[in-house]
C-alpha cells in the first residue's frame, strides 16, 4: 500500500463514521423518523470514502445518491448535521427542510441535484467548465452508479469533458444493481468504464470496490492529474450492495429475489470488515486506536440525531415561500 | 434615434454585458459562426473562451451554463431553435428552475436560455413552435418575450444581470424589424407589461409578430373602436396589475398569442380575469391562438394561426 500514515486513518475513520451514519439512516427510516424514500449505501461505502476523503471544501462534489451521499460528504469534511436534519424535514435543514433528500450544501460546494438518474452530468460540465477558468485547482468529484451509464447525459457530459479537457472525476459505484436490473443484461460491454475510454478519457478499473485503500489509490492520482490540468479521469469501482435499492422494496435480481448464498458471501465482503482485517495485519492501527474511532463516530452519529430530533418543523406562510422562489433583485449592477 | 432591427438589438445587449462583466459567456451551438445574427463575429472580439461552441448536446450544453451559472458565472445558453430546449426539458424547466427554492434559496443560478420561435415561416412544427406556454409552468423560471428592438435590448440586458433563471423565446417574425434603440445599455423591469397603444372600448393583449398585427387592427379601426395594446412581456410571472387596470377602463379583453389554445398564457389570463375581476367585464373574454394540432409546415399554418383578420373579428365580437 502506498498510501502514508495520516491517509490511511483518515480513509478507516471515515469508513467507520460512513458505516454507523448508513446504519442509522437506515434504522430511523424503519423508525419513521425520515421523509421521504431512502437508498441505503451498507455494503457500499469504500468507494464514497474514498472519493470525498482527498477534496477540499472549495472542490465540488456530486455525491452518489446511495445513502444521500452521506457518505462522501462527512469524507469531504463537511458537518452533516443540516443533512439529517434535513431528512426530517426540520428547519435547520441544509436546505430549510424543502428538499428532504434532494438537496444541496452551497456552502460546501455540494449542489444541484435533483432525482433524475445521470442528471449529475448536467451541472458537473459546468461545474468543470468554471473549475477550470476559476484558475484556483478546482476539481469536480462526479458521483453516479451503474444505471447513470444508461443515460444520454452520461454520454455527453463524458464528450464534454474530454473535449475540453476539464478538471472532473467521473466516478461510477458500480453496484451491478439498478433497482433490480443487472448491469450485465443492460450494458453490452465487461466494464463500463468502456464508453470514457472510447471518448479518449483515461480510465481506472478498481476491481475490488470493497477495498478502500484500493479505491484511493486509483482517486488520488486522478484527483492530482485535474487539479494540475490534466483533465478528466474516468474511475469504475465495482462494488455490491447489500440491501434492497431503497427501503420497503424487493431486493431482487431481475424479477426474482436474491439467493439467500450471495447475501452471505457479501457479508464476507464488507468494506468495514476489509479495511479492519488490513490494518491489524500490517500493523497500520492498532485495537485500541480502532476502538476509539468507533467510539468518536458513535458519539458523532448520537449528536447528529439529538439534532435532528431537537430541531422544530416549521410552517411558514405560502406568501413568505412564494417570496423566496426567484432570488431578490441585484442592486448596485452599473 | 439610431434605429437597429430586433436580432442586433439583442446583439448589442449581449456584447455590452460580455464587455461589462467578465463572467457573462454564451454557450450554443454554432454561435461563433452566428446561425442567428445575434452572436454573428463576436468570437472575434471574446473568442471562443466566451462564445463557446458545443457539439450537439444539449444537455451537457446546458449544463455548462447550469453548473457555471451556481459558481457564479452569467451565461446565456443558445438552443437556437427554442423548441430545441424541450430535448433537455428536465434540465431546463425542472432542475434550473426548482433548484434555488428547494435547496434553502441560498445560491442563485442566474442564467439566460434563448431561442427562435415564429409559426408562419413554412418550417413546420419543430421550428416554428411556441414554448412559453411550457416553460410558464415552471416554477423558477422567469419566461420573458420582448417583441419590439427597444424591448429586446432593455429586456436581455436586464436578464443577464438579474439572478433568476430566465427562458427568452424571440419570434422570428420580428427578427429583421427595425425601431429606435439606445446606444447606451439599459435595464427594462423583467416582470411587467407595457402598454403599446393606448386605447379606451377594448383590451388587446398580443407579444411578438401578432403585436404587430394587432396594432396595425388598431390603427384600421381608429376611429371606430378605440384598442388598447398591451405587450404582456412577461409570462411568468404575469402582470396582472396592469392588465386589470386596463380593463378598469375598457371592461373588455382579447387575448393573441400563437401559442396553442389549450392550457397557456390566454387561457391563464381568462381564468384569472374571470376569477379577480369577474365584475369589471361587459362582454365574454375571446382567446385567438394556434389551434390544438400540430403546426403544419406548409401554407396552411397561415389560415390556422391568429393573423390580423382574426384579431378584428374577436375585437368586433366582444364590442358589439
Not at chain 2, 6 to 20: D, G, S, T
Not at chain 2, 87 to 111: C, D, I
Request: contains cysteine; negative net charge.
Amino acid at each position: 500500500m502506498d498510501l502514508d500514515i495520516s491517509d490511511t486513518r483518515r480513509l478507516f475513520t471515515n469508513l467507520i463514521r460512513a458505516d454507523k451514519f448508513g446504519k442509522m439512516m437506515y434504522s430511523r427510516m424503519m423508525q419513521g423518523k425520515l421523509i421521504g424514500f431512502y437508498h441505503p449505501a451498507e455494503g457500499a461505502i469504500a468507494p464514497g470514502v474514498a472519493a470525498g476523503s482527498f477534496l477540499t471544501d472549495d472542490d465540488i462534489l456530486f455525491p452518489h445518491h446511495r445513502g444521500h451521499g452521506i457518505t462522501h460528504m462527512l469524507s469531504k469534511g463537511i458537518d452533516v448535521k443540516p443533512y439529517i436534519a434535513e431528512h426530517a424535514g426540520k428547519s435547520t435543514g441544509c436546505c430549510a427542510g424543502r428538499a428532504a433528500w434532494h438537496y444541496a450544501f452551497p456552502e460546501h460546494n455540494v449542489f444541484g441535484t435533483t432525482a433524475y438518474i445521470g442528471h449529475n452530468f448536467v451541472p458537473c460540465t459546468g461545474f468543470g467548465w468554471a473549475a477550470k477558468r476559476n484558475g484556483r485547482g478546482q476539481v469536480v468529484m462526479n458521483c453516479f452508479g451503474d444505471g447513470a451509464m444508461g443515460t444520454g447525459r452520461s454520454h455527453e457530459g463524458l464528450l464534454l469533458s474530454s473535449n475540453w479537457q476539464l478538471p472532473i472525476i467521473h466516478f461510477c459505484e458500480n453496484n451491478g444493481l439498478s433497482i433490480f436490473a443487472e448491469v450485465e443484461e443492460m450494458h453490452p460491454t465487461e466494464h463500463l468504464s468502456t464508453v470514457a475510454q472510447g471518448l479518449n478519457i483515461p480510465h481506472v478499473i478498481v476491481e475490488d470496490g470493497q477495498d478502500v485503500f484500493a479505491i484511493a489509490e486509483a482517486v488520488i492520482p486522478a484527483i492530482e492529474r485535474a487539479r494540475s490540468g490534466g483533465g478528466p479521469t474516468f474511475i469504475e469501482a465495482k462494488c455490491l450492495r447489500f440491501k434492497e435499492h431503497d427501503i420497503g422494496n424487493r431486493d431482487l435480481r431481475g424479477w426474482t429475489p436474491r439467493e439467500e448464498s450471495e447475501y452471505a458471501a457479501m457479508l464476507e465482503r464488507d468494506p468495514v470488515k476489509v479495511a479492519t482485517k488490513r490494518v491489524l495485519d500490517e500493523s497500520l492501527l492498532s485495537q485500541s486506536e480502532i476502538d476509539q474511532i468507533h467510539e468518536q463516530a458513535e458519539r458523532e452519529v448520537d449528536e447528529a440525531v439529538r439534532f435532528a430530533d431537537e430541531s422544530p418543523v416549521e410552517s411558514p406562510l405560502e406568501a413568505e415561500l412564494l417570496a423566496d422562489v426567484y432570488p431578490p433583485k441585484k442592486t448596485g449592477v452599473v | 434615434m439610431r434605429e437597429l432591427a430586433f436580432v442586433n438589438a439583442i446583439r448589442e445587449a449581449i456584447q455590452q454585458e460580455m464587455r461589462r462583466d467578465e463572467k457573462v459567456f454564451v454557450v450554443g451551438q454554432d454561435v461563433r459562426g452566428g446561425v442567428y445574427p445575434h452572436t454573428l463575429n463576436l468570437v472575434d472580439e471574446f473568442g471562443p473562451e466566451r462564445i463557446v461552441d458545443t457539439p450537439i448536446s444539449e444537455s451537457a450544453m446546458h449544463g455548462t451554463a447550469f453548473g457555471s451559472a451556481l459558481l457564479g458565472y452569467r451565461p446565456i445558453v443558445d438552443f437556437m431553435f427554442a423548441s430545441t430546449a424541450m430535448t433537455v426539458f428536465t434540465e431546463t424547466a425542472v432542475m434550473t428552475g426548482q433548484q434555488y427554492f428547494l435547496h434553502g434559496s441560498k445560491r442563485p443560478a442566474p442564467l439566460v436560455m434563448t431561442g427562435a420561435w415564429g409559426i408562419g415561416k413554412r418550417t413546420a412544427n419543430d421550428h416554428a413552435m411556441p414554448i412559453h406556454g411550457y416553460y410558464s409552468r415552471a416554477p423558477g423560471l422567469r419566461v420573458v418575450i420582448p417583441s419590439t428592438p427597444y424591448d429586446a435590448k432593455g429586456i436581455f440586458t436586464a436578464a443577464i444581470r438579474d439572478d433568476s433563471p430566465v427562458m427568452i423565446p424571440w419570434c422570428t417574425g420580428v427578427m429583421m424589424l427595425k425601431g429606435p434603440v439606445p446606444e447606451e445599455s439599459y435595464e427594462l423591469p423583467l416582470d411587467k407589461a407595457s402598454i403599446k397603444r393606448e386605447g379606451s372600448d377594448v383590451t388587446v393583449l398580443a407579444n411578438s409578430e401578432q403585436l404587430q398585427f394587432a396594432l396595425k387592427v388598431a390603427d384600421k379601426l381608429s376611429g371606430e373602436i378605440s384598442m388598447e395594446v398591451i405587450d404582456p412581456i412577461s409570462f411568468s410571472p404575469i402582470d396582472m396589475e396592469t392588465i386589470l387596470n386596463s380593463l378598469e377602463k375598457t371592461n373588455r379583453l382579447v387575448i393573441v398569442d400563437e401559442d396553442w389554445e389549450m392550457g397557456g398564457f390566454a387561457a391563464t389570463v381568462a381564468a384569472r380575469v374571470v376569477d379577480e375581476a369577474f365584475d369589471l367585464l361587459d362582454a365574454p373574454v375571446k382567446r385567438v391562438c394556434f389551434p390544438n394540432m400540430p403546426i403544419p409546415g406548409g401554407f396552411m399554418e397561415d389560415y390556422l394561426r391568429p393573423n390580423p383578420e382574426k384579431i378584428e373579428r374577436a375585437v368586433r365580437d366582444v364590442c358589439a
